[in-house]
């Protein structure tokens, strides 16, 4: 894939290599901590952080086949990525009226991941990531983003289709998000 310059000569968007993985893997806990850790960090928070967004798990993905990982940059600065699990199926555990496991059925790939640094947001760098891959991947897919998380709103004004919800187990905590399907 080429690499796509954007608007600002100096930005663009491209595949992630093996040199980029640090700064996924520091970009991705500073974006995971200001989304959930509202009120601090907490142990349990810090944990999670230190032992899921490693170099090694960037590496992982970026040279498995069934991951994309497309990452924004300007000059040497990452400000988001788009990681995409092309092996995983949509899952709701209960579906929004008007939808059921037929009408998410031709759902192809998911976002794992779209990640904005909180300084860069605003500036069209997560629509500019999902629109290259859409080009790219040219199907239906899913994602599922926790509840209160401020990026509904994004999802909702990109058209995101919202299917159902899914929880999950998180600390003791069940955390309830909103799964969304796109048709590009």
Known sequence: MQKRRLANETQMIRLA????????????????????????????YSEFVLS????????????????????????DVLQGFVLVNLKSHCQCDRYTAGYDQVAVSDVSYEVE????????QGQGIGKRLLAVMEQELARPYWLY?????????????????????????????????????KHP
């Open 145 to 181: 983003t926790w509840v209160e998380n401020d990026a509904n709103s994004f999802y909702r004004h990109l058209d995101f289709a919202l299917v159902g919800q899914l929880a999950f187990e998180f600390s003791g905590h069940s955390i309830h998000n909103h799964v969304y399907v």
């Open 17 to 44: 290599t093996p040199s980029d993985c640090s700064n996924l893997a520091v970009l991705s806990a500073q974006v995971w901590l200001d989304t959930y850790a509202k009120e601090g960090v907490k142990r349990q």
């Open 113 to 120: 991941k779209l990640y904005v640094s909180s300084r860069h």
């Open 52 to 75: 899921n967004f490693t170099v090694e798990y960037f590496q992982q993905l970026v040279s498995h086949t069934d991951f994309r990982l497309w990452l924004c940059e300007q000059g």
